[in-house]
């Protein structure tokens, strides 16, 4: 059972950045894809923003955005800590969400708690 804990969120003005990260409980090098969704205020559903494949599956290492972040967003990770990363740049209030990180591995989908970002001036 693999455990995800998000950190970094908080709240930060217009243009400003913050770094995401999602450390899990054991090593996800196997996992299919790896991911970060969000959650904005009073809306159920969470949206995919940001997706990396991995390594081995086809295409592994590549990387793919929601339109609304490309460009802002990059999502990385460091496989010897086991730790998933979201760089957010030039935030807007728009990027205001709970944002959680997803690893989908054979068979399962791990859920991270979740971590809150507001973009507020």
């Known amino acids: 059972q693999v455990q995800l804990v998000e950190s970094g969120g908080g709240l930060v003005q217009p243009g400003e950045s913050l770094r995401l990260s999602c450390a899990a409980s054991?090593?996800?090098?196997?996992?299919?894809?790896m991911r970060w969704y969000r959650q904005p205020p009073g809306n159920q559903q969470r949206e995919l923003v940001a997706?990396?494949?991995?390594?081995?599956?086809?295409?592994?290492?590549?990387?793919d955005y929601v339109d609304s972040v490309r460009g802002r967003f990059t999502i990385s990770r460091n496989k010897a800590k086991n730790t998933l990363y979201l760089q957010m740049n030039a935030l807007n209030p728009e990027d205001t969400a709970v944002y959680y990180c997803?690893?989908?591995?054979?068979?399962?989908?791990?859920w991270g708690q979740g971590t809150q970002v507001t973009v507020s001036s």
């Open positions: 054991e090593s996800i090098n196997s996992a299919l894809f």
């Open positions: 997706s990396l494949t991995g390594d081995y599956q086809t295409g592994s290492g590549s990387t």
């Open positions: 997803n690893v989908l591995m054979p068979g399962i989908s791990y």
